[in-house]
């Protein structure tokens, strides 16, 4: 079955970190860029960070920027988001989705929208509060 698997949410106290993953099933990742989204109850998804098929280019939010930190190992066919100084606001499920590389388009227009991706995690819950 071809699949994204996310992992590693939780709950955590402000201030504190947490370290999300992103792992293909049943195809190579290495092909694909990949996008990190949000969606807090009530509010649109949100595109946060975005990483390029050779890791060479990224993008990030402003609401991340500094914070946030998004990475890939290729050979293990995951992306990752380091998430440091979590923040209350930061509380929503975070998914990642994959678009194949050949696809003509831009980090941060991949960023802001949300359709035409080929593969959807199933998303995990990030809690920040006390």
């Known amino acids: 079955q071809l699949q994204l698997v996310e992992s590693g949410g939780g709950l955590v106290q402000p201030g504190g970190s947490l370290r999300l993953s992103c792992a293909a099933s049943?195809?190579?990742?290495?092909?694909?860029?990949v996008g990190w989204f949000r969606q807090a109850p009530g509010k649109e998804r949100e595109g946060i960070s975005c990483?390029?098929?050779?890791?060479?280019?990224?993008y990030y939010a402003d609401s991340v920027k500094g914070r946030f930190t998004i990475s890939r190992d290729n050979a293990q066919s995951t992306v990752y988001l380091q998430m440091n100084s979590l923040k209350p606001e930061d509380t929503a499920v975070y998914y990642c989705?994959?678009?194949?590389?050949?696809?003509?388009?831009?980090?941060?227009?991949?960023?802001?929208?949300?359709?035409?991706?080929?593969?959807w995690g199933q998303g995990a819950q990030v809690t920040v509060s006390n």
């Open positions: 989705a994959a678009l194949h590389a050949s696809v003509v388009t831009s980090l941060p227009r991949m960023c802001t929208q949300t359709s035409s991706y080929d593969y």
């Open positions: 049943g195809f190579a990742l290495n092909y694909y860029r």
């Open positions: 990483i390029s098929a050779s890791a060479g280019g990224t």
